[in-house]
């Protein structure tokens, strides 16, 4: 589905964009960093791919792959451990060839859309847990207001947002407890409807 490729090539992107980084870092002796861009962003990543439904074995196996490759100059005994894990028992990861990132597999549309979805998803549990503090009852839903298509500076760019939210909707929903509606801003005369801008949405919680 276009919602698997989409979350597949989000995890691509990411692991080659810390890959990247913590190449740089090396080269800059900024060991610390580079470990952070590669066990700990990746990682993250990793578990974000996964709870968005990502289960491609064979991204995951490559994206796992790099992670312990390029530790290796920090933590080669642990590295070796996890190549041999991975079932590498024939071979050593130091003997290896170490990462490279693959800049065509590096898409800042495909991490923008996903980061709006983050976004949202931390929006939503924000004000849910307000209105629940204020209220008597339980919230049931949330209406997603996408912004009225003059405030984008290309109409794809309103039509990807609607695409990507339509197919979060169902793990939108799973994550917050909350029936979500999607309307589109300029067919609403709510305050909050008003207040959706391009990259964020318009949330009314009732």
């Not at 610390?32 to 289960?55: E, H, K, M, P, T």
């Not at 080669?76 to 991975?86: A, C, I, K, Q």
């Not at 693959?102 to 924000?126: A, G, P, Q, Y």
Request: charged share 35%.
């Amino acid at each position: 589905s276009t919602a698997k490729k989409n979350i597949d090539g989000w995890l691509l992107s990411i692991i080659n964009r810390n890959v990247e980084r913590a190449i740089k870092n090396y080269e800059s002796l900024k060991f610390r960093g580079a470990v952070q861009n590669a066990l700990f962003d990746s990682l993250n990543a990793i578990r974000w791919y996964q709870r968005r439904g990502g289960n491609n074995n064979k991204i995951l196996l490559g994206a796992v792959t790099d992670i312990v490759k390029i530790l290796t100059p920090v933590t080669p005994h642990l590295s070796e451990e996890l190549w041999d894990m991975l079932g590498n028992t024939e071979t050593f990861v130091c003997l290896e060839a170490f990462p490279k990132a693959d800049k065509k597999l590096i898409n800042e549309e495909v991490e923008r859309l996903e980061d709006f979805i983050k976004n949202i998803l931390d929006d939503i549990k924000h004000i849910k847990s307000l209105v629940e503090k204020k209220a008597a009852k339980k919230p049931k839903s949330v209406t997603l207001f996408i912004a009225e298509t003059k405030r984008f500076k290309r109409k794809k760019d309103k039509k990807m947002e609607l695409q990507i939210l339509k197919e979060s909707q169902d793990f939108l929903e799973e994550e917050s407890g909350l029936k979500i509606k999607i309307e589109d801003a300029s067919k609403s005369k709510d305050a909050k409807a008003k207040s959706a801008t391009p990259d964020k949405v318009g949330i009314l919680i009732e």
